[in-house]
T-cell receptor, first 114, second 109 residues
Framework: DVKVTQSSRYLVKRTGEKVFLECVQDMDHENMFWYRQDPGLGLRLIYF???????EKGDIPEGYSVSREKKERFSLILESASTNQTSMYLCASSSGGASTDTQYFGPGTRLTVL | GQSLEQPSEVTAVEGAIVQINCTYQTSGFYGLSWYQQHDGGAPTFLSYNALDGLEETGRFSSFLSRSDSYGYLLLQELQMKDSASYFCAQSGGYQKVTFGTGTKLQVIP
């Protein structure tokens, strides 16, 4: 079974702090994704990566950056956390070169910014 | 960006059949997926349609009509454990997938 793990289940940070969210997948998937999920808005894509050191902006990249130094690990960085970044963050991975491939999700990190 | 429309909430009786609709934008459309998410859980893949027609997987079926930019998820013989949120997701090429806002299904006895 594909396993996608995220570094924290719950996280509380203060406004202005730098926040790192880590995601690791164990199935040698090429593609990795970061979404945020908010009530009534569904899942919105922040960034994705189709290879090591490669990244592409999603629909809402502002205020975020990412890092993919190793194939299995994809990090989401909030350079200066703000209260409007309080949300559930979901990481996902998929294999292959087509967007039709099944995405496998991690359990999510619920981030609260005070 | 692309947007998908689906009802926000649906209620159905245990043992019944329920259909969750999804309309999408045609620009750069490759296919339509469906995901299930229980409260507090991660989304899990249910089905994918790239061509018109019905795909059946046990009690769940998914349908696509490319000419109508429309698809639906059909859940038969509803069980209480089917209470969850269901998301349609549009594949738009180059690994990018756009999710709908989700339909919260409540199954009642």
């Amino acid at each position: 079974d594909v396993k996608v793990t995220q570094s924290s289940r719950y996280l509380v940070k203060r406004t202005g702090e730098k926040v790192f969210l880590e995601c690791v997948q164990d199935m040698d998937h090429e593609n990795m994704f970061w979404y945020r999920q908010d009530p009534g808005l569904g899942l919105r894509l922040i960034y994705f990566s189709y290879d090591v050191k490669m990244k592409e902006k999603g629909d809402i990249p502002e205020g975020y950056s990412v890092s993919r130094e190793k194939k299995e690990r994809f990090s989401l960085i909030l350079e200066s956390a703000s209260t409007n970044q309080t949300s559930m963050y979901l990481c996902a991975s998929s294999s292959g070169g087509a967007s039709t491939d099944t995405q496998y999700f991690g359990p999510g990190t619920r981030l609260t910014v005070l | 960006g692309q947007s998908l429309e689906q009802p926000s909430e649906v209620t159905a009786v245990e043992g019944a059949i329920v259909q969750i609709n999804c309309t999408y934008q045609t620009s750069g459309f490759y296919g339509l997926s469906w995901y299930q998410q229980h409260d507090g859980g991660a989304p899990t893949f249910l089905s994918y349609n790239a061509l018109d027609g019905l795909e059946e997987t046990g009690r769940f079926s998914s349908f696509l009509s490319r000419s109508d930019s429309y698809g639906y998820l059909l859940l038969q013989e509803l069980q209480m454990k089917d209470s969850a949120s269901y998301f349609c997701a549009q594949s738009g090429g180059y690994q990018k997938v756009t999710f709908g806002t989700g339909t919260k299904l409540q199954v009642i006895p």
